[in-house]
């Protein structure tokens, strides 16, 4: 059983900067491929970014391409999304999610995911 509860969401202006967390409990989250997702009112809930079980590799949607980053630390059991210059449009619930299968679903599928968090939520105003 893997439990996740995300963190560091809030208010913040068009142009600012958010970190989120999310800590994972669980021996073996390091060898989870984690993602987070978001969900804004009104619309599907949609990929953001995803980090493969070591870090090595990372993937994001292209809204938001150079402007956030996914990375984890195994060590502390967490993954981070560094969110930098947000647009209003950013403004969701974000959501971690945990893969504890490794499946080979395309990482950008809510189904590759069977662990979710409770979420955060961002508000970006403009």
């Known amino acids: 059983q893997v439990q996740l509860v995300e963190s560091g969401g809030g208010l913040v202006q068009a142009g600012g900067s958010l970190r989120l967390s999310c800590a994972a409990s669980g021996r073996t989250f390091s060898l989870y491929p984690m993602a987070w997702f978001r969900q804004a009112p009104g619309k599907e809930r949609e990929f953001v970014a995803a980090i493969s079980w070591s870090g090595g590799s990372t993937y994001y949607v292209d809204s938001i391409q150079g402007r956030f980053i996914i990375s984890r630390d195994n060590a502390k059991n967490t993954v981070y999304l560094q969110m930098n210059s947000l647009k209003p449009e950013d403004t969701a619930v974000y959501y971690c999610?945990?893969?504890?299968?490794?499946?080979?679903?395309?990482?950008?599928?809510?189904?590759?995911?069977?662990?979710w968090g409770r979420g955060t939520q961002v508000t970006v105003s403009s």
């Open positions: 999610a945990a893969d504890s299968h490794r499946s080979t679903t395309y990482y950008a599928r809510t189904g590759k995911y069977d662990y």
